[in-house]
């Protein structure tokens, strides 16, 4: 097997395009890749590895983008002006967002350090829980308790019943 490291090979047949031709087709295409190989014969690519190798078609890349999204942001503004419902939509949309004019919520980043120090703390609390001696619980306990018979008991008042008989009572013991 070959150690060798790869290298790039030009193709026998391919012939350098001057640097020119690539500029104008990236300004022709509105800095789409695609349609400016599409100008040049040349495929995606291509063009991507030489925007990658060139500083000067970074820049110009760079530049024509930035021009692109001024003119459309200015067609925009213009459909806006007109009352274009879309158009005003899609700047709420966009624009507005902080205000609350969107449709789905903004996917937040979690911090997973937060969890993490959430997972130590319960399981510190959790340890405690199983070293520390258990409260005794309250519980319902039933004492029985005589009838009274309430002719013998209003007879004994002098004829005045002061409390009903009570056959059994339910409290609460520690």
Not at 41 to 50: G, L, V
Not at 72 to 90: P, Q, S, V
Not at 134 to 155: F, R
Request: proline share 6%; hydrophobic share 35%.
């Amino acid at each position: 097997m070959n150690n060798k490291p790869f290298k790039k090979r030009k193709l026998r047949n391919q012939v350098d395009i001057p640097i020119e031709l690539i500029l104008d087709a990236l300004t022709q295409s509105e800095g789409l890749l695609t349609q400016a190989g599409a100008i040049l014969n040349k495929s995606r690519s291509w063009m991507s590895e030489r925007c990658k190798d060139d500083p000067i078609i970074q820049a110009h890349l760079k530049q024509v983008i930035e021009l692109t999204l001024d003119k459309y942001e200015d067609a925009l503004t213009t459909l806006r002006k007109n009352g274009d419902k879309t158009a005003i939509i899609f700047y709420l949309k966009t624009k507005g967002r902080h205000r609350g004019y969107i449709e789905h919520a903004p996917m937040e980043q979690v911090d997973v350090s937060k969890f993490k120090a959430m997972r130590e703390v319960f399981e510190a609390v959790s340890q405690c829980h199983q070293s520390a001696p258990v409260a005794p619980q309250k519980q319902e306990v039933s004492i029985p308790v005589e009838p009274i018979d309430l002719d013998s008991s209003q007879e004994k008042n002098g004829g005045h019943s002061s409390s009903s008989p009570l056959r059994q009572s339910h409290f609460l013991m520690p």
